[in-house]
């Protein structure tokens, strides 16, 4: 069996379970593409292609843990039905990406802080000095207010990027890491290129939106992740309305 074929094996498992745990990340992540890319370190999000895909490393894929793993498919689905990789992306990307990264780890970290790998790499509000459960906009002005100490706060987690164990890329060949710590310091460091294919999808954003309508009166389809963030996705997929437009 193939290395493309182990880890589209484990990820389809995830979505199996989430067919009874979490329908709402279940139906997200069928929403998109999934297309292994030697060009990609980890997994990232591309919104500009059509249809849009899901970019993922197998290697990445299989050196994680079925729990670990879980956890990393269900940030890049928030990040969809947050709409944070589509209409809310904006520039300075580094602060935008790191805005996004803390308020998915926010939701997440209820159940993500049971996994060891995980409670040492993933990133809070807390960590910042930062309101907890807030949302990416917020997150991103407090981050612009003090660029340095968001520039301190990486490096303190993830160390410089000069001396990082990241695997690099040439196309090549898919990169390999050497355990399953090493592979998601390199998915949650905001520096990494992932969110490099991020932009506008209004075709995207309204299936997202299709999707959230069609569930929100049913506490029965928003699980053990997607339970704790109904109001802030159900918001994030409210059409607003100005005065003017009115």
């Known amino acids: 069996m193939s290395i493309e074929s182990d880890a589209v094996k484990k990820m389809d498992k995830i979505v199996a379970t989430w067919y009874m745990d979490d329908p709402v990340l279940m139906y997200t992540w069928t929403l998109v593409e999934k297309v292994a890319d030697k060009f990609v370190?980890?997994?990232?999000?591309?919104?500009?292609?059509?249809?849009?895909?899901?970019?993922?490393?197998?290697?990445?894929?299989?050196?994680l843990s079925h729990e670990l793993l879980e956890v990393v498919m269900a940030s890049e689905a928030f990040k969809l039905l947050l709409k944070h990789a589509t209409s809310r992306f904006q520039n300075p990307k580094d602060a935008c990406v790191m805005a996004s990264q803390i308020t998915v780890d926010e939701i997440l970290k209820k159940n993500a802080a049971k996994i060891p790998e995980f409670r040492e790499m993933f990133i809070t509000a807390k960590q910042f000095d930062f309101p907890e459960d807030s949302y990416m906009e917020e997150y991103r002005r407090l981050l612009l207010n003090d660029s340095e100490k968001m520039d301190q706060m990486i490096?303190?987690?993830?160390?410089?990027?000069?001396?990082?164990?990241?695997?690099g890329n040439d196309g090549s060949s898919f990169s390999e890491f050497n355990d399953s710590k090493s592979a998601l310091k390199e998915?949650?460091?905001?520096?990494?290129?992932?969110?490099d294919m991020w932009g506008p999808n209004e075709i995207l954003d309204s299936d997202i939106q299709a999707l959230v309508d069609s569930h929100k009166g049913s506490s029965q389809q928003w699980g053990k992740y997607s339970g704790t963030a109904i109001g802030a996705?159900?918001?994030?997929?409210?059409?607003k309305i100005s005065p003017r437009e009115w």
């Open 41 to 63: 370190n980890t997994i990232s999000i591309d919104t500009r292609s059509l249809p849009p895909q899901v970019l993922y490393n197998p290697n990445f894929i299989n050196v």
């Open 155 to 167: 490096s303190a987690i993830f160390g410089d990027k000069e001396e990082s164990d990241s695997p």
């Open 187 to 195: 998915y949650m460091d905001p520096r990494n290129g992932n969110s």
């Open 233 to 239: 996705v159900v918001a994030a997929n409210t059409p």
